[in-house]
């Protein structure tokens, strides 16, 4: 950090050292992080339910506790926002629909985990309605915007997530993923977006409703941020069993460094079977896929031995049960859907023992402009289905593996482009130390912030 270095365009490593060692106070970088909001979120949207006097005690709690000489969380005065639906005592939660609106009495345990690493949470971030669209805005908030394009989508549900972390508004960002949630709003913004291993992360206190929790399968928590450092930082604070979400085991996270590219054993899949992708992705992936062969890894272009059509059916299916407002499936159906989908999942096993990585593209195009949800979707002037751009997201939550988007390039009209790369289940450190070694030798050119009126 050097004087000139505005405290919100740190990453959260660099941040949190920063305050540990007393060369910025963490009610400062909150004041700063305040100042980005009030000069962008009005354009931007992305950022809701603000609770400014919670964030400056937890701030100064923080300074107070470090002149004190007490060890500090490796989060220290790090300001964030978090997915709206994961609970923060006491701040409002909406989930994006005016008949969820509340005021959370607790802590979900990943927000819980923040504040215990120090973390100081300002509000929530914008979504979808009830989580469950492709873009963000709801009648609560209205619009998220696409800091590259504001007549863009930041995606959804997690688009206000995205956008905030790629304007500067939040040091990273903790959100859900089920249909790609988290990986279409981090390639539509140009960020890194991590769906982690399945049952790597709790889900206590998100999508906090009266009753039993529906969703046990195919969606997680993850984090958003600027830098793969940070992905690694935040996952291992947010990781583990809590003791209330039993369905959560008790992993190790592995190694995070970045291995040598030669020898590794990488699948490209620069165009899908059971989606279309926009040229210019497939393109994308096609250049890192020869990058990666001059590098010295063994490259593949097979896929896992997975009937693709059966298996967006079965997600298809699987999804609306759990999500609806009730289940009418009989317990067979459902036990005869998770035998079909133990099936998938082995097949994705088998695969792995092949092949290190997959790499293929994090969605059907780049951001859109914003639409009426259900509206199709132009993928080189040729119209799609809404809903078909879910394609290549999902394949990773039905497999229950780790799935990464991450900046590639830009398109020619100037928006950001992602690759999506694929690990075996509990492999999550060692997805994102691919990805560092892409980076480490110009495969991946890192984080870039937004060329457009909203540019810092």
Not at 36 to 64: F, G, H, M, T
Not at 219 to 241: Q, T
Not at 278 to 288: G, H, I, K
Not at 304 to 321: I, K, N, R, Y
Request: charged fraction near 20%.
């Amino acid at each position: 950090m050097t004087k000139d270095t505005p405290s919100w365009r740190l990453t959260a490593g660099e941040l949190g050292s920063a305050i540990r060692a007393g060369r910025i106070s963490a009610r400062v970088a909150l004041e700063n992080q305040i100042a980005r909001i009030d000069a962008l979120n009005p354009k931007l949207n992305a950022v809701v339910s603000l609770d400014l006097e919670a964030a400056r005690r937890q701030a100064e709690q923080v300074d107070a506790a470090r002149d004190r000489g007490e060890p500090l969380g490796p989060l220290a005065g790090v300001p964030i926002t978090l997915k709206d639906g994961i609970d923060v005592a006491c701040l409002r939660t909406t989930l994006g629909a005016r008949e969820l609106d509340r005021i959370a009495d607790a802590d979900a345990s990943v927000a819980a985990r923040l504040k215990q690493a120090g973390a100081v949470i300002l509000g929530h971030s914008n979504v979808a309605p009830f989580l469950g669209d492709f873009q963000t805005n709801n009648a609560v908030f209205g619009r998220s915007l696409n800091p590259w394009a504001a007549e863009r989508t930041p995606g959804g549900s997690s688009g206000g997530a995205a956008a905030a972390v790629a304007a500067g508004l939040s040091s990273f960002e903790v959100a859900s993923d089920l249909a790609g949630s988290i990986r279409q709003p981090a390639a539509f913004c140009g960020v890194y977006g991590l769906k982690p291993s399945e049952r790597r992360v709790p889900m206590t206190g998100f999508f906090n409703l009266p009753g039993p929790r529906p969703v046990r399968i195919l969606s997680c928590l993850g984090p958003l941020a600027r830098s793969l450092d940070d992905l690694l930082l935040v996952l291992d604070v947010i990781s583990g069993p809590d003791g209330a979400d039993h369905e959560i085991a008790p992993v190790p996270l592995g190694s995070s460094a970045a291995p040598g590219l030669a020898g590794l054993r990488v699948a490209v899949a620069p165009e899908l079977p059971f989606c279309k992708v926009a040229r210019s992705l497939s393109d994308e992936v096609e250049r890192l896929a020869n990058a990666l062969e001059g590098a010295g890894v063994q490259l593949t272009r097979t896929l896992p031995g997975v009937d693709w059509s059966a298996a967006q059916a079965l997600f298809g299916e699987l999804a609306t049960e759990l999500t609806g407002p009730d289940q009418t499936q009989s317990l067979s159906w459902y036990l005869h859907a998770l035998a079909r989908r133990d099936g998938i999942m082995s097949a994705w096993d088998r695969f792995f023992e092949e092949v290190d990585f997959v790499v293929w593209p994090s969605g059907m195009s780049a951001a859109y402009p914003h639409c009426e949800p259900g509206q199709p979707v132009v993928v080189d002037g040729q119209p799609f289905p809404y809903f078909a751009q879910v394609g290549a997201l999902i394949p990773a939550n039905l497999a229950g593996v780790p799935a990464l988007a991450a900046p590639a390039a830009r398109d020619t009209a100037g928006l950001p482009l992602g690759v999506q790369l694929i690990g075996p289940r509990w492999r999550d450190f060692e997805l994102i130390g691919f990805a560092k070694a892409l980076e480490e030798v110009g495969i991946l050119p890192g984080f870039a912030w937004p060329k457009s009126l909203l540019s810092p």
